[in-house]
């Protein structure tokens, strides 16, 4: 995951990479918060990277206005091998689901330098403990999935901007970091060395 380097695009560029057929996922919500946001944004992009059965696209996605619709471009599920390069390119990752135990997604676009969007539920909130590092929005339920459009709305807009920072990529990296291998590794093996 090498970080970005400058700006990638000059179009606010969303990434969400998840089993779209997993309503925790967030799907809905964040089509729905990206269409609150193209009235502030016209020109955002949203990507969205896995597994996106068409009975979903048809429900979630057809529907939606012209202009909306043809600025969410679908990725599918690609190659492992991809991930570092769509970190890079977007300028906030989201991540709208219910109960995430951890959030790898989080870390691997911190490691390309990306600030993120998550939800404030399950193990999300304790890796976005920074907000220069990203944001968090209130899920305003404990069900399947949220449905704060506004508030994911309102946190993609901030993220955004946090985006824009010069210095956001390399607090990012930074705190991925913090989740290496490296600085872990020795943890692990002295916590069973006991």
């Not at 969205?48 to 012209?66: A, F, N, T």
């Not at 955004?160 to 390399?170: F, V």
Request: hydrophobic fraction near 40%; aromatic fraction near 6%.
């Amino acid at each position: 995951f090498p970080p970005k380097r400058g700006c990638v695009s000059d179009r606010p560029t969303l990434l969400c990479m998840a089993a779209f057929d997993e309503r925790r996922k967030g799907l809905r919500v964040l089509v729905e918060a990206f269409t609150l946001l193209k009235r502030d944004a016209p020109d955002a992009v949203l990507r969205l990277s896995g597994r996106l059965p068409e009975e979903v696209r048809r429900e979630v996605i057809d529907p939606l206005p012209e202009p909306v619709k043809r600025d969410i471009e679908t990725l599918g599920t690609g190659a492992i091998a991809d991930l570092p390069r769509l970190y890079r390119e977007a300028s906030v990752t989201v991540v709208p689901s219910m109960w995430e135990a951890y959030g790898m997604a989080v870390v691997e676009s911190w490691a390309s330098g990306t600030p993120v969007v998550a939800t404030n539920h399950g193990g999300l909130p304790e890796l976005v403990r920074d907000a220069r590092l990203g944001r968090m929005f209130e899920p305003l339920t404990d069900g399947q999935e949220t449905r704060n459009a506004r508030g994911l709305a309102g946190a993609i807009v901030e993220a955004l901007a946090l985006a824009r920072d010069p210095t956001t990529g390399n607090r990012c990296r930074e705190e991925a970091e913090r989740f290496s291998w490296e600085r872990l590794g020795p943890q692990y093996e002295s916590l069973y060395s006991i």
